[in-house]
């Protein structure tokens, strides 16, 4: 295999419309400290998840 | 020569390689990924899900092996976020094996899809088809403790960038997951959107769709990339290439498939790190030996192929413009005396790198326990390290 990070899945575009429970999850996991980054979290985290 | 001076100066010999200017030494980059775990006397199971463990295992292999650069510093196999949140993932391991297995996000119905929003068609299709009935009964508390295990994972990836930086040892280029990576279409369709199959399929039957997906993906992501490059003015001397590209899907087609869905795209790539005088690396999975007659033109500096299956000194008669990374052979680590690895080293360093040209490397990413034995690893190491041509 080629490795993790090497094949990520490139979900650097900016979104239209989040879904409902995505914003949901985002308000539910990340502390209001790090809000101003909020939306590169959630994209990296979702991408973990899609890719990993 | 303190740590910061070191890194300046690695940078400098990867880049006079790969700009074919004469070294006073050879650089060994280290294409090294799991492999440092079985070194370290653990096994995989041990090291994947546990930070301390994997950087033990890294730091086992940099005193060990004091290489000028290297692929991975442990954090390219880490499965703590994706086991917080269950079952479900395309990755596999056990003690001694890591593994995915082939997978598609799409149908090609669904392809274009896809593009229009990729968090939302991951949110709303990928991830509850990959998680099946358990996705929907992802609570609070789940999602709070794998985001507690990716603020650890950040938290690691950050600490191992600094542990670089204490070996004096630079970053292979500026690409990384947050920017992130710069990807040809037809490599995300391959690999992740329509898996090899589907992939393979659509080439022939629905050439179209393809086409409609890759100038999409060119307009959309792509432009933006060459205005980044285009704006960054130059080579970014804190690396040792200022891009590094993957090609894989390449070996899936024929000189027709590659002359209309992979070559006029990447072209268009090359020919803006061409314009601004930037050294960037493709490692070239499989063999690229076959379509060597695209990349002949460019000029010397510009390409840096990190090879895998083509024979190096085949590859440097056909190709004398592009810079070659790699050589040993993980055949020759595994199966070879140190003294057969050495005089191997030897060659390759005399005939590719007596002018330039020339970075030190395996071919293959080092991962399983038998991909090399540890006294070859240290023989090879240590003569690229005192050689003089």
């Known amino acids: ?52 | 020569m303190n740590a910061k001076e070191l890194k300046a100066e690695r940078v400098r010999l990867f880049r006079d390689a790969a700009n074919f200017k004469k070294t006073e030494r050879i650089p060994h980059f280290a294409n090294v990924v799991t492999w440092k775990v079985f070194d370290a006397g653990h096994t995989l199971d041990e090291a994947m899900t546990n930070f301390d463990v994997m950087e033990e295992c890294v730091l086992h292999f940099l005193d060990k092996y004091p290489i000028d650069g290297i692929l991975d510093v442990g954090i390219r196999n880490q499965f703590n976020v994706t086991e917080a949140f269950g079952e479900g993932g395309y990755y596999y391991y056990d003690k001694e094996v890591i593994g995915i297995h082939d997978h598609a996000h799409c149908t090609p119905e669904t392809l274009l899809e896809y593009l229009d929003d990729p968090i939302k068609y991951a949110w709303e299709v990928i991830l509850p088809k990959k998680y099946g009935e358990s996705w929907e009964k992802k609570d609070k508390a789940i999602w709070k403790n794998t985001f507690k295990e990716y603020m650890a994972y950040i938290k690691f990836i950050l600490h191992m960038a600094k542990v670089m930086d204490r070996y004096g040892l630079p970053g292979l280029s500026p690409n990384n997951p947050m920017k992130g990576a710069v990807v040809p279409a037809v490599e995300i369709m391959m690999s992740d959107l329509l898996g090899l199959q589907q992939f393979s399929v659509a080439m022939r039957r629905s050439p179209e769709l393809l086409d409609t997906f890759i100038q999409r993906w060119e307009v959309e992501r792509m432009e933006p990339i060459y205005q980044k490059i285009r704006d960054a003015k130059g080579p970014n001397y804190k690396y040792c290439f200022d891009s590094s590209i993957l090609m894989l899907a390449h070996n899936m087609m024929n000189k027709k498939q590659f002359e209309r869905f992979y070559w006029p795209y990447l072209k268009k790539l090359l020919d803006v790190y061409a314009e601004n005088k930037m050294n960037i690396r493709i490692f070239t999975e499989g063999s690229v030996l076959r379509l060597a007659e695209y990349f002949k033109d460019y000029p010397k500096g510009l390409l840096t192929f990190h090879i895998e299956q083509d024979d190096p000194f085949e590859f440097r008669e056909a190709l004398p413009n592009v810079a070659i990374m790699g050589g040993m052979t993980t055949d020759l680590l595994s199966n070879g005396t140190p003294e057969e690895c050495v005089a191997y080293a030897k060659r390759l360093c005399d005939e590719l790198g007596k002018d330039g040209g020339f970075i030190f490397s395996e071919n293959k990413m080092v991962s399983y326990r038998n991909d090399a034995r540890s006294e070859n690893m240290l023989a090879v190491n240590e003569f690229v390290r005192d050689y003089r041509i």
């Open chain 1, 1 to 52: 295999m080629s490795w993790k990070i090497g094949r990520k899945t490139d979900m650097s575009k900016k979104y239209t419309s989040y879904p409902e429970g995505y914003n949901r999850v985002a308000r539910d996991i990340i502390p209001w400290y790090m809000r101003p980054v909020k939306d590169m979290l959630m994209r990296l985290l979702i991408t973990i998840l899609v890719d990993g």
